[in-house]
């Protein structure tokens, strides 16, 4: 039986609901742990994670078994559960529906790890808007305005 062989790096991001910063240092770490359970749980691998007070980048590589839409689901619905919970947030905490995946050569491992974790100091100069269109724009993904996340900048 053949087997099946890939090479596939995602780097995911994905925002609060209403854009709100509710994800605090007091937890963070906590958080991209659970995060990374996640993803591990379901044979990928996370090379960095990043988790802003108002958004998400999680960089993977992808097991063959899993479709990225079903990783986003398990990881999005296992952090809001557990984030409920431990009822770090009040109210009830959700992320936005949807994300963006985008996806790179293994040459850009280094690259794509060390933007994630640079993320405080990127949104100095930079707003999430701002880079997630430009991130659109690089990748050549066709969109419309109306379906991108909410915008409060």
């Given at each position: 039986?053949?087997?099946?062989?890939?090479?596939?790096?995602?780097?995911?991001?994905?925002s609060v609901q209403g854009r709100e910063?509710?994800?605090?240092?007091?937890f963070r770490d906590e958080l991209e742990?659970?995060?990374?359970?996640i993803i591990n749980n379901h044979k990928c691998k996370a090379y960095a994670i990043y988790c802003?007070?108002?958004?998400?980048?999680?960089?993977v590589s992808m097991h063959p078994t899993i479709a990225p839409s079903k990783l986003m689901e398990q990881v999005k619905s296992g952090s809001s559960n557990w984030l409920n919970a431990k009822k770090y947030i009040r109210g009830k905490f959700s992320w936005q529906a949807g994300y963006g995946?985008?996806?790179y050569s293994k040459s850009h491992i280094d690259k794509v790890v060390k933007y994630v974790l640079n993320q405080p100091e990127h949104h100095k100069k930079q707003s999430f808007r701002e880079e997630y269109l430009l991130l659109l724009e690089k990748f050549g993904i066709e969109y419309d305005s109306k379906y991108l996340f909410e915008w409060y900048d």
């Open positions: 039986m053949a087997n099946t062989y890939t090479q596939l790096y995602v780097q995911f991001i994905f910063n509710l994800i605090r240092e007091t742990k659970v995060m990374c359970g802003n007070p108002d958004h998400t980048h999680i960089f995946g985008f996806t």
